[in-house]
């Protein structure tokens, strides 16, 4: 099917050239130039070499199929050459890119990769591999950009190709960019760089000084992302790249906008306009119309600004480009809402927020389905189960007032004692059951979130061939993965198996951090640890708080402090950290979401099932330090357990 889709294309657009294109200079006659054997590999070589020399040399007027093209194409598949074949079909799908046509695009590459994968040339395979991700990049598909360059950066590495190296490094670095980890994607553009200068590859370095910039750029370092914005353009006009100097303008126009240099910025935006039309690249003609449209908007010229970002918006649209579509739509909200016109302001944000839903959250969205799926299905067990046990009791019931009348009453009165007694059972199960349920839904809730993170470290340890540190880190996850698991059957664990869990819980937090946090866990010698039991992950939500809303701005200064110790009959558990403490959080609006709000009710939950089970005092504070230390910040929990041990737990069992 694709194979008939590609001939289609290729069709349309040799019918409409031969039909449209009338003059010498855009329908070149290829026979003219050569006259070497069409049944040579040689000769397709030529044609495809003359192809781009015109190409490049008419990018305004010159068709993506020409002559040359044409007859290369014709000669490598009656010939069956197919590594000619292959880069003819790269070759076209590298111009329908950069006019933004990546469906085209898209199916033209995927050609070219399976035909190198046939061959199983490798040098072919990571460098259509890396041509293909770009496509997916521009498309703001990041998952599938990420996969191609790993596989394209892994083979180069296996073949020493170091050309194609730098180019998947550089092509990650990208991607970490759209996901805004500007730290790491700045790290892969300057590896990228290095070998760039290694080979002396112009273009290379242009592209890896410009990325740098951007990334720079994004974390408020104007001043220096200019400095790599003009070095990438030195190099831009040493190989006369119209594109590239494009893509430096817009860059060079989006510093001066920040640094509110206006009309310098709207003269760079203005000139990488006139660049990107004449290269046609859709994507980035939009992005010029959008940061131009803003600039004329910070300087209150609405009519101009809306103009711009209206042709920046219909562009994107034709394209696809979710980021961009997003950004127009948000910048038209603010304009319209200066000139007071609400009925279009909001029109325009409902388009940039369900953009902006459709980048971020879709992810989510999948997986809030499939949990609540997951819950529904549970709660329409235990209602069918409990029809059940109501209609064997009432089967039971018939059967006995058939056999006597004499003990009727008698039985009757039995029965509603024991129906009394078994539902108020079946209400205190079932609440019990919701708090396990919710108990268990609290640290499924934890998941995603956290396995998300700390994946994407661990990844970041792979890429970076740190063997040593990715082998202890993904043997700590799939330590933890287990420790959750197993722990999520039982109501209490061992104190031991608890440590263990904090432990690789809080190893695994710290990977998120550029400079990370300390923490210690103390258990007082006095405690058995494989004796006392306490309830799975009790304090887990509380450490996790400490470390997203205390620590998570101070950086390696944070310290979290875990303390387990005995007093008299009673088990003492405290997390201590040295934070911006609880009313800073409140104040700043951290503290007070759903996830948190519900960890403090259901560990009430859980404190009161213990007060029940053992008829002793359980209970939790939160203490902020400056309270009591005012010179000090931070947050202290307090817990205050009953010991239980595994004899006192079996003894309550049977009760």
């Given at each position: 099917m694709k194979q008939i889709k590609l001939n289609i294309i290729v069709s349309i657009v040799i019918f409409c050239f031969v039909n449209c294109s009338n003059k010498k200079k855009a329908?070149?006659?290829p026979t003219h130039e050569i006259s070497l054997s069409k049944t040579d590999s040689t000769v397709v070589s030529n044609l495809i070499k003359q192809s781009n020399t015109f190409y490049e040399q008419n990018l305004i007027s010159a068709p993506v199929l020409d002559d040359y093209l044409i007859q290369a194409q014709e000669i490598a598949q009656k010939n069956n050459f197919l590594e000619q074949q292959a880069l003819i079909y790269s070759t076209l799908g590298v111009r329908y890119r950069n006019r933004s046509e990546f469906n085209n695009a898209l199916e033209l590459h995927e050609k070219a990769v399976e035909i190198a994968r046939s061959l199983n040339n490798k040098p072919l395979i990571t460098k259509y591999l890396n041509l293909l991700a770009v496509v997916y990049r521009r498309m703001d598909e990041n998952k599938n950009a990420l996969d191609l360059h790993l596989e394209a950066m892994n083979i180069a590495e296996s073949i020493h190709d170091t050309f194609q190296m730098a180019v998947s490094i550089?092509?990650?670095?990208?991607?970490y960019t759209n996901l805004q980890?500007?730290?790491?994607?700045?790290?892969?553009?300057?590896?990228?760089?290095?070998?760039?200068?290694?080979?002396?590859?112009?273009?290379?370095?242009?592209?890896?000084?410009?990325?740098i910039g951007e990334s720079v750029k994004s974390l408020g370092l104007i001043d220096s992302a200019l400095v790599y914005f003009n070095k990438s353009f030195e190099y831009n006009t040493q190989i006369n790249s119209?594109?590239?100097k494009a893509i430096n303008y817009n860059s060079i126009g989006d510093a001066y906008k920040l640094k509110k240099q206006f009309n310098t910025a709207i003269n760079y935006l203005e000139q990488a306009l006139v660049f990107n039309k004449q290269s046609r690249d859709k994507i980035n003609i939009s992005v010029s119309y959008t940061i131009l449209g803003e600039t004329y908007l910070l300087t209150k010229d609405y009519?101009?600004?809306?103009?711009?970002?209206?042709?920046?918006?219909?562009i994107a649209m034709e394209?696809?480009?979710?980021?961009?579509?997003?950004?127009?739509?948000?910048?038209?909200s603010g304009a319209y809402e200066a000139l007071n016109n609400n009925k279009k302001a909001l029109d325009f944000l409902k388009t940039a927020e369900i953009y902006k839903d459709s980048i971020i959250n879709e992810e989510n969205l999948r997986h809030l389905v499939a949990v609540e799926a997951s819950q529904n299905l549970e709660q329409t067990q235990n209602q069918i189960q409990f029809l059940n046990n109501k209609t064997e009791l009432q089967n039971k019931l018939i059967a006995v007032q058939k056999k006597t009348l004499l003990f009727t009453f008698i039985l009757a009165f039995v029965l509603i004692i024991v129906v009394v007694l078994s539902f108020r059972?079946?209400?205190l199960r079932s609440k019990y059951n919701n708090i396990l349920m919710q108990q268990r839904l609290l640290r499924t809730q934890m998941n995603p979130h956290f396995i998300f993170n700390a994946l994407s470290a661990i990844q970041v340890y792979i890429l970076e061939n740190d063997m040593k540190k990715s082998s202890q880190f993904l043997s700590d996850f799939a330590s933890l993965m287990r420790q959750v698991l197993r722990s999520s059957e039982y109501e209490y664990v061992p104190l031991k198996d608890e440590n263990k869990m904090l432990g690789y819980y809080l190893e695994l937090q710290r990977l998120r951090f550029v400079y990370p946090f300390q923490y210690n866990i103390h258990i007082d010698e006095n405690i058995n640890e494989d004796d006392v039991l306490i309830p799975p992950m009790l304090t887990q939500p509380f450490v996790e708080n400490s470390i997203e809303h205390g620590i998570k701005s101070i950086g390696d200064k944070g310290i979290i402090n875990i303390r387990f110790f005995k007093q008299n009959s009673t088990l003492k558990i405290e997390i201590e950290d040295n934070g911006i403490g609880w009313k800073a959080s409140q104040k700043a609006g951290a503290i007070g979401s759903k996830h948190e709000s519900m960890a403090i009710k259901i560990t009430n939950e859980?404190?009161?099932?213990?007060?029940?089970?053992t008829h002793k005092k359980a209970h939790f504070k939160i203490t902020d330090i400056q309270d009591i230390k005012p010179s000090e910040s931070g947050v202290l929990v307090q817990f205050e357990l009953p010991i239980i041990s595994i004899a006192e737990k079996n003894r309550l069992n049977k009760k």
């Open positions: 329908n070149p006659n550089n092509g990650l670095g990208n991607v980890r500007y730290h790491v994607s700045i790290e892969y553009f300057k590896k990228s760089l290095e070998i760039s200068k290694q080979q002396n590859n112009k273009l290379g370095l242009a592209i890896n000084y410009n990325n119209i594109g590239g009519f101009k600004g809306i103009k711009n970002l209206e042709n920046g918006l219909k394209v696809g480009s979710k980021n961009q579509i997003e950004a127009c739509s948000r910048l038209l059972q079946l209400k859980r404190l009161d099932v213990i007060k029940k089970m």
